[in-house]
């Protein structure tokens, strides 16, 4: 399994940006694939996740409202579009991945494959 992220950068306040993450090595319609960040200092957070067969969605409450996850199947690709960025957004985020075995997961430890991460800052 390998994850690829991408679309990381530099944006201002109120700001918009779009992550993606390319899946390759395994079933895409079959997993779960989330995206979780990490700012400096402080814990990972799972802020949403997405059942690549079905597009069953959890968004954690520091997302609800200005994040909104996707999924491709054609191109094995798990889309992240942010808007309304904040500082505290600033992070890097990764894109995980687990089978789709059993319950919707929302913690970071129960995803099995990460990507790269891609670094967000926002600032002015």
């Known amino acids: 399994v390998q994850l690829q992220a991408s679309g990381g950068g530099l944006v201002q306040p109120g700001g918009s940006l779009k992550l993606s993450c390319l899946g390759s090595g395994f079933t895409f319609h079959d997993y779960v694939m989330s995206w979780v960040r990490q700012a400096p200092g402080r814990e990972r957070e799972l802020i949403a996740c997405i059942r690549t067969g079905s597009g069953f969605t959890y968004y954690a409450d520091s997302a609800k409202g200005r994040i909104t996850i996707s999924r491709d199947i054609a191109k094995n690709t798990v889309n992240l579009q942010m808007s309304n960025l904040k500082p505290e957004d600033t992070a890097i985020y990764y894109c995980?991945?687990?089978?789709?075995?059993?319950?919707?997961?929302?913690?970071?430890?129960?995803?099995?494959?990460w990507g790269q991460g891609t670094e967000v800052t926002v600032s002015s």
């Open positions: 995980a991945a687990r089978p789709a075995i059993g319950s919707l997961l929302t913690t970071p430890g129960a995803y099995d494959y």
